[in-house]
């Protein structure tokens, strides 16, 4: 524990005195380079889509520092209120490239560094700049998940260093945004739920905007400037060691099924109530997120539709045994899980969503035979 307490005082030493150092702008000499880091998945939900940021290295005043347009504080008072809400401030910090390789080593992430070809005063103006941002208040921004990330951050500062807007997205224009966020999800199937779920009708609209890590990585790799390539060079730092991954055997979609299974099988009325109860509460959560979040991506949730709130007085009316109102919200319910069902027929999360509205169209008919039998 206090060899522990001793590396976490050393660190903090290191990076605020880094900090300090590299907070100082110097005139860089033609040897100078900038450089945009890419980094691969981690495997905690706030770093499988990667990141981005931007290296530059001094060889004669031995500088070599690292700007993250990307970090932010747990501690922040109402965090996660902030954060739904969308207002959550995030902020520009630097530290030194060895501690910074250092971190994604430990987290098994890989790291791949593309310098670009950059004049001599773009590269000082770009230094200038970011130290400039580091101590005044566009350090921070308002954090958005498509519109304004650590990515978006570093395109638009390449961008201004080039004269205009030239670094644009390559490649299959004609996905949505589900489309191109859900294969990062690919071993995390609840992870994935939850954010088909909570994610409105913005992430159905073709994925013209470069967002992404990878995707500013390849953008670049393409991108010529004066007639020749930006990318100098492109190089791999660190690559992720697949073998040290860890797997669950809950997180699937056949435990998922297997619970629903169950929920559906076990014909239990107080089972098929409170799972209606659940689906219900999560509907009012979705609609009030919707009013309440500054965030597109949550704006107009059709989820809604299958998360109904009505479900709540399918619920009530039956322990009434009042016939029929429970018959005339079951009707508008299936009606809507019809129309829900049609509307994300073609949309990524259509295979997700299936197995949640047959069980709870069961769960419902199960319920109407119980209550015209009573």
């Known amino acids: 524990m206090l060899q522990k307490l001793k590396l976490k005082t050393i660190y903090l030493f290191l990076f605020l005195f880094g900090s300090t150092i590299y907070s100082q702008t110097y005139p860089l000499s033609p040897a100078s380079k900038v450089s945009i880091l890419t980094c691969g998945s981690g495997e905690q939900l706030h770093s499988i889509f990667g990141h981005t940021a931007i290296r530059i290295q001094e060889p004669q005043r031995h500088i070599d520092v690292v700007y993250n347009f990307g970090m932010f504080d747990f501690s922040t008072p109402n965090f996660y209120l902030k954060f739904v809400k969308g207002d959550m401030q995030y902020f520009v910090a630097n530290n030194t490239f060895e501690e910074f390789i250092y971190g994604y080593r430990m987290e098994n992430r ?24 580091l101590f005044s208040d566009e ?122 299974l169950v929920i559906a099988l076990s014909h239990h009325t107080k089972i098929y109530l409170s799972f209606l109860v659940v689906l219900s509460l999560l509907g009012i959560f979705l609609s009030l997120v919707g009013f309440y979040s500054l965030h597109r991506e949550v704006l107009l949730n059709y989820n809604v539709l299958l998360f109904n709130p009505l479900l709540l007085g399918i619920v009530y009316f039956y322990l009434q045994k009042n016939k029929i109102w429970f018959t005339r919200l079951l009707y508008f319910v299936l009606i809507n899980f019809g129309l829900y069902l049609l509307f994300i027929f073609n949309k990524a999360h259509f295979i997700q969503m299936l197995p949640m509205a047959l069980t709870t169209s069961y769960i419902l008919f199960r319920l109407n035979k119980n209550i015209q039998k009573g």
């Open 139 to 260: 350090r921070f921004y308002t954090y958005k998940f498509i519109d304004k990330n650590c990515t978006t951050m570093v395109l638009d500062k390449v961008n201004e260093e080039l004269g205009k807007p030239l670094i644009q997205k390559v490649g299959n224009r004609e996905e949505s945004y589900r489309d191109v966020l859900n294969p990062y999800l690919t071993n995390l199937f609840y992870e994935k739920l939850g954010i088909n779920i909570i994610f409105g009708c913005r992430t159905d609209e073709k994925a013209t905007q470069l967002f992404l890590p990878v995707e500013l990585m390849n953008s670049l790799e393409k991108l010529q400037f004066n007639q020749k390539p930006i990318v100098s060079k492109t190089v791999t730092l660190f690559e992720q060691d697949r073998s040290l991954l860890s797997s669950s055997w809950w997180n699937t979609i056949y435990t998922f099924l297997f619970i629903l």
């Open 110 to 133: 890989s790291v791949f560094e593309q310098e670009l070809d950059l004049s001599t005063e773009q590269k000082q103006h770009l230094f200038d700049e970011l130290n400039k941002i």
